[in-house]
């Protein structure tokens, strides 16, 4: 029996809606902060088949929407010097200050290479020793173990013309500053599944214990977020919240122990600038200074400059749920995917690059 | 970005698997998994890493809770 197939069976799934409909009573709103939970609830067509009252919201969970002006700034100056730049494919899109991408950059002459992880980044320093290669580091606590490990690699192999420019961010101090906002009404919060299953239950306890916000761990298909919403309004319903795992079959209650040491023992937490959220304490990973030689910031002295923000994009309001993505005045007109103006309309996982294809 | 993919795991060499998922098939590291992965395990992959193995046996068991919520009879 595949396994997989069962989470997306149609009976079942029809099952769940019409108890979510019976169980709602007026409204419900809910925030997804994770871009696959953002395109799995777009894509399986859950969000056109929610009942009225049911408000879905794409909170801050996509690495790359999140990313700051002032950090786009950082990586096209580290451009400027005479490195090659290692990054995802996510991020190259993405306009910083005057609209300049990395893709901009790479057109003017910039050395810029897509990898598909910090391993290939490794790999090119391996075989290029006279290249100097910085990878650009960013994501969350699913992504951040991956780049602490092949830090580590790099230093037991003695590399020294590999760095990487670390601007990974956690996810629960994120949601903390979120519920201590009192602009935003959430009901519920769907967890990421994937980073989860790193950290585990605990560092989402606080939800509950402190702000009376149910939670629930969800995985990504269909069965699983429908029945983690109807575990939330069950929640509402009976005036109690919880934090659940409902991704049991990939997440452990006390997370990946191992790929947590990894990353204490490469990264220290700092403070982070989140786009529309501002700086949150405690919410970015830098590296530790035992590692330092591979710290890009301290081996080029990089730090983040001072910029402009982007005028008229609205990210901030739509990652914080405050307004779906068309109330922006940019969308659709000015910002459409193929020309993004502000990140959210970037990578396919962004709330309105979601909302422009399976919306409109 | 995030993306992670259940892949299963053909082969394992040192800390390097290869994994295979519809044909498609990939090499992931096995530094940060933290669990004993064997040939035929699926695990989640994630930028170059096995993350974490899937337990086929919660899975079915969430299933069957599912099952007795709705009174329906999927998983024999
Ligand atoms: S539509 Fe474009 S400009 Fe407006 S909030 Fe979204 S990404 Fe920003």
Redesign the interface.
């Known amino acids: ?1 595949n ?2 197939n ?2 997306r ?1 149609p ?2 799934c029809q ?2 809606l019409s ?1 979510i409909k019976e169980e709602l009573e007026d409204e419900f709103r809910f925030m997804e902060v ?3 939970h953002t395109v799995a609830i777009f894509q399986s067509g859950i969000r056109s088949l929610l009942p009225q009252g049911m408000v879905h919201l794409s909170g801050p969970g ?3 929407c999140v990313t700051h002006d002032r950090e786009i700034a950082a990586y096209l100056a580290l451009c400027e010097k005479d490195l090659l730049v290692a990054t ?1 494919g ?1 991020l190259i899109k993405v306009p910083g200050p005057g609209g300049r991408s990395l893709k901009t950059a790479q057109a003017e002459g910039a050395r810029i290479k897509v990898v ?5 980044a490794l790999n090119i320093a391996l075989e290029n020793p006279g290249q100097r290669v910085v990878f650009l580091g ?3 606590e ?2 951040a ?2 780049v602490a ?1 092949v830090i ?2 790099a230093g037991k192999q003695g590399i020294k013309n590999f760095s990487v420019l670390s601007f990974h961010k956690l996810v629960p101090p994120a949601l903390a500053a979120l519920a201590a906002d009192r602009q935003i009404s959430v009901d519920g919060l769907l967890l ?1 599944g ?2 989860s ?2 950290i585990g239950i605990k560092p989402y306890l606080f939800l509950a214990e402190e702000y009376g916000l149910p939670a629930v761990i969800a995985g990504f298909e269909p ?1 699983d977020i429908l ?1 983690a919403i109807l575990v939330m309004i069950r929640q509402k319903h009976e005036s109690r919240a919880r934090v659940e795992n ?1 991704y ?5 209650d006390q997370g ?4 947590m040491e ?1 990353m204490d023992d490469v990264f220290e937490r700092c403070d982070a600038l989140w786009r529309g959220l501002g700086t949150i304490p405690g919410s970015g990973l830098a590296i530790s200074s035992k590692y330092e030689e591979f710290d890009a910031s301290k081996v080029y002295g990089q730090e983040l400059p001072l910029v402009e923000e982007i005028p008229g994009c609205k990210c901030g309001d739509v990652l914080k749920g405050l307004i779906q993505p068309d109330k922006c005045p940019l969308f659709d007109t000015r910002c459409t995917p193929a020309r993004p103006v502000g990140p959210c309309m970037v ?1 396919t ?1 962004g709330s309105c690059a979601a909302y422009h294809r399976y919306v409109l | ?4 993919i ?1 892949m299963e795991i053909i082969s394992i060499e040192d800390n390097v698997a290869r994994v295979e998922v519809g044909g498609v098939k990939n090499q992931v ?1 096995l ?4 669990e004993q992965a064997a040939v035929g395990d699926f695990v ?1 992959v ?4 096995a ?2 193995k ?3 046996e ?6 069957r809770l ?1 099952q007795e919520g ?1 009174g ?1 009879e ?2 024999k």
Not at chain 1, 248 to 252: D, G, H, K, Y
Not at chain 1, 256 to 259: D, F, I, K, S, V
Not at chain 2, 1 to 4: D, E, N, Q, Y
Request: proline fraction near 5%.
């Open positions: 029996m396994l997989l069962k989470f069976d009976k079942l099952n769940l108890q994770c871009g696959t996509c690495p790359v995802f996510d598909y992880s910090a391993l290939d960013v994501g969350f699913t992504t173990p991956t490990a580590k690699m990421p994937h980073v299953a790193i069965l029945q409902n049991r079959r990939v997440v452990a990946n122990l191992r790929a990894v990578s996982e | 970005m995030c993306l992670a259940p590291r530094d940060i998994i933290d989640i994630h930028a170059g890493f993350l974490r899937i337990d086929r919660e899975g079915l068991e969430t299933l599912f709705l329906l999927l998983i």
